[in-house]
């Protein structure tokens, strides 16, 4: 049996990963999104807001670049009980 769909998440600024709920990823990608200066590509400049922005990269992508050089990235997997 599996548990509910999680993600593994790597920062630059880390040295561990993390496991997140979705709900939680989303939440840290908002934080991101707003926190940071990040050059959007034009498919997520099209989105109304941040949320959206957020739901669309966890959903498309895998990565998010930060402007210091550094990273985000979430991979999804499904943890053993």
Same mark, same amino acid.
């Given at each position: 049996?599996? #548990?509910e769909e999680m993600y593994?998440?790597?920062e630059? #600024?880390?040295k561990d990963e993390t496991f997140l709920t979705p709900l @939680?990823? =989303?939440a840290?990608?908002?934080e991101y999104l707003t926190g940071t200066e990040i050059c959007l590509t034009p498919d997520l400049l099209a989105l109304p807001d941040v949320e959206s922005r957020a739901r669309y990269l966890m959903t498309t992508g895998c @990565?998010? =670049?930060l402007a210091n050089g550094g990273y985000l990235q979430w991979y999804a997997v499904r943890l053993e009980k």
């Open positions: 049996m599996f #548990t593994v998440v790597l630059s #600024t880390a @939680e990823l =989303q840290k990608l908002v @990565e998010l =670049q």
